[in-house]
């Protein structure tokens, strides 16, 4: 019989990487959890590590057993879900990763939901971006994340996660404007709509190299014809919309950032078929049916239901 803590030390490791990562997650040494390894290489009577430089990685035993191990800890997360649903109250502590328009716009009017519904219940937020967010998840270190996928940038999801479809957030063209940048006008005042191949010599902020939004946005530029001249780079998109209204940079701004308030930078249609990106929550599916996830998914919902688009 396989030992059960030492079957997660395993997984850990699969999910996190290095030995020293997964000591400093579980509060271990480094030298506890290679010993805890040896000895399930013991259990197992195969060889579980092997080295790769300074490193070690899974063997093909291993990753199997690794897969076991999930379909375990599915079924005691389906448990807890289950005994949670067998009583009167939410309780406990739902931990919730979200990206920065959703932690602004989304998450504060959903938590005001939970309080009222569910005073016993402690959300506790973290802003984070989905290509860290979702490993996370895997790993355990949160219980949802609310995640954005841009067009034809959707990512297939393990198998072992959960998503449902929150909210499809326009995402605009925001040009400076011409004659007075630092003083942007009511954008009703700035004439026709402009193109995106128009301001192909004009500087660019967008989010970090490596991202999701980062490859939209220069794959839908270089479909327009040209190559952004990226200039600034930040995951804050409050930046992206200052350095816009004092005449620095174009950029492409969704919807969520405005949140009903009236745009203080012109605004202009992208193609069709590339200007939608989709927010949803994703769990482990393990965890999916747990009365606190069911409630912060609704509480989502109703956050989203009333999220009033741009005043124009």
């Not at 030298?31 to 430089?53: F, W, Y």
Request: charged fraction near 25%; proline fraction near 9%; charge should be neutral.
């Amino acid at each position: 019989m396989f030992d059960l803590h030492r079957l997660r030390l395993l997984r850990e490791l699969k999910h996190r990487g290095t030995l020293a990562a997964v000591a400093a997650a579980l509060s271990y040494s480094p030298s506890t959890v290679s010993q805890q390894l040896s000895q399930l290489e013991a259990e197992a009577g195969v060889r579980l590590l092997e080295p790769v430089g300074r490193r070690v990685r899974l063997t093909h035993q291993a990753e199997i057993l690794v897969a076991h191990t999930e379909a375990v800890l599915e079924r005691l997360e389906r448990a807890q879900a289950d005994i949670a649903d067998s009583l009167t109250d939410v309780a406990g502590t739902l931990r919730v990763a979200a990206f920065q328009t959703a932690a602004l716009t989304l998450v504060p009017p959903a938590l005001t939901l939970l309080r009222a519904a569910h005073p016993r219940l402690r959300p506790h937020v973290t802003e984070s971006e989905p290509e860290d967010a979702l490993p996370a998840l895997l790993a355990r270190d949160f219980d949802l994340v609310v995640t954005e996928e841009y067009p034809g940038g959707a990512i297939p999801h393990p198998a072992e996660l959960d998503q449902e479809p929150l909210l499809a957030d326009t995402l605009r063209l925001a040009a400076p404007h011409p004659a007075h940048p630092a003083h942007p006008a009511h954008p009703a005042d700035d004439g026709p709509p402009i193109t995106l191949r128009s301001l192909a010599g004009h500087p660019w902020v967008m989010e970090p190299e490596g991202t999701a939004a980062h490859r939209w946005a220069v794959s839908l530029c270089r479909d327009a014809g040209f190559e952004p001249d990226v200039r600034f780079e930040s995951s804050d998109l409050h930046l992206h919309l200052r350095l816009v209204e004092e005449g620095h940079a174009a950029a492409f701004l969704p919807d969520l950032i405005w949140n009903g308030r009236h745009p203080t930078v012109r605004l202009h249609p992208l193609p069709r078929a590339r200007h939608t990106r989709r927010i949803s929550t994703v769990v482990r599916r393990g965890r999916a049916r747990h009365p606190a996830i069911t409630a912060c998914r609704a509480a989502l919902r109703r956050a989203a239901e009333g999220v009033a688009k741009p005043a124009g």
